[in-house]
T-cell receptor, first 116, second 112 residues
Framework: DTGVSQNPRHKITKRGQNVTFRCDPISEHNRLYWYRQTLGQGPEFLTYFQNEAQLEKSRLLSDRFSAERPKGSFSTLEIQRTEQGDSAMYLC??????????????FGPGTRLTVL | AQSVTQLDSHVSVSEGTPVLLRCNYSSSYSPSLFWYVQHPNKGLQLLLKYTSAATLVKGINGFEAEFKKSETSFHLTKPSAHMSDAAEYFCVVSAGQNDMRFGAGTRLTVKP
């Protein structure tokens, strides 16, 4: 399968615990995005990387959130001291940066986080 | 600032009848507009995109959308619904590749 993969698909944790999600983009894509989707809403942009550089972060990304893409391939999103309000679907997408703008973003299936 | 408003949170049609999912946008720039579909337990899939070329855009699975600048609309249509079209649909506006603003979504139900 050459699509975007995310692990785990589901995560249940207790409030105050730390969680980490992983995203593996399509191999030739150099851009990687994280979104958060809450029930009944569309995805909201969190952050994006071009290769290993994190180029933009939304104000939605509080200090408890950190994302990395150390080798420009897979990425991790960590949430520290989780709160019930962090419960959501976390989506990863990747795209290729080239001469053509607005290249399609390919989305993974998401990681559903439930904070008890 | 840019945003999209999907005018219906839920649309229900019978199989074989036309589909209309409505989207209005707001953008300070010449926008790019997209429709994505999300099936349960599947990733978002691009249906079609408008990037200042032809105003009538054809996408996958028989869907199309028309960009109407005067009405700031980008409605999604399909002549004949199929059961497999049942899903959540998102209208998206973008002024840059890392600035995608999604609408709240429209859930499409297709009745036999």
């Amino acid at each position: 399968d050459t699509g975007v993969s995310q692990n785990p698909r589901h995560k249940i944790t207790k409030r105050g615990q730390n969680v980490t999600f992983r995203c593996d983009p399509i191999s030739e894509h150099n851009r990687l995005y994280w979104y958060r989707q809450t029930l009944g809403q569309g995805p909201e942009f969190l952050t994006y990387f071009q290769n290993e550089a994190q180029l933009e972060k939304s104000r939605l990304l509080s200090d408890r959130f950190s994302a990395e893409r150390p080798k420009g391939s897979f990425s991790t999103l960590e949430i520290q001291r989780t709160e019930q309000g962090d419960s959501a679907m976390y989506l990863c997408a990747s795209s290729s940066a080239g001469a053509i703008s607005y290249n399609e973003q390919f989305f993974g299936p998401g990681t559903r986080l439930t904070v008890l | 600032a840019q945003s999209v408003t999907q005018l219906d949170s839920h649309v229900s049609v019978s199989e074989g009848t036309p589909v209309l999912l409505r989207c209005n946008y707001s953008s300070s720039y010449s926008p790019s507009l997209f429709w994505y579909v999300q099936h349960p337990n599947k990733g978002l899939q691009l249906l079609l995109k408008y990037t200042s070329a032809a105003t009538l855009v054809k996408g996958i699975n028989g869907f199309e959308a028309e960009f109407k600048k005067s009405e700031t609309s980008f409605h999604l249509t399909k002549p004949s619904a199929h059961m497999s079209d049942a899903a959540e649909y998102f209208c998206v506006v973008s002024a840059g590749q890392n600035d995608m603003r999604f609408g709240a979504g429209t859930r499409l139900t297709v009745k036999p």
